[in-house]
């Protein structure tokens, strides 16, 4: 295994439900580290770039209008594995399909409203990483 950095969001929802301690407590005791961290009310601009790949999906405009209602948390998080660590803490995207004890499992309203992303790979890590953060955002654990 290698250390891995992904990208994860609590989305609005999440936020909204005052689930951002619940979930970094989560990320914290899988194995991963917080080492960007930031709070933001995405932009329709910011939001239609992110997902970008999802364009052409019938759910696009939703995504974007639900993932612009809120102040969203990003984070950059650190670990052995943790693309994959995170994906399994957080769960499968419709909740209706995820793990028990999953975070979307436990708060997900449903697949549209599902608390938090993940980037899905190692490539997509890297763009989503640097879609949010500058280098120096970024603080490598030093202690
Ligand atoms: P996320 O992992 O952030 O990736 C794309 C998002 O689109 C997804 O979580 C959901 O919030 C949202 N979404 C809404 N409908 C669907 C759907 N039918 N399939 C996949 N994602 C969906």
Known sequence: MAVERTLSIVKPDG?????????CRRFEQGGLHIVGIKML???????KGFYVVHKERPFYPDL??????GPVIVQVLEGEDAIQKNREIMGA???AEAD???????????????????????DTATQEISFFFDKDEICARTR
């Open 93 to 95: 995207t419709n909740p």
């Open 64 to 69: 974007v209008n639900y993932m612009t209602s």
């Open 41 to 47: 009310h995405l932009t329709q601009e910011q939001a």
């Open 100 to 122: 028990p004890g999953t975070i979307r499992a436990d708060f997900a309203a449903s697949i549209e409203e599902n608390v938090v992303h993940g980037s899905d790979g190692s």
């Open 15 to 23: 936020v909204q439900k005052d689930l951002i301690g619940e979930v």
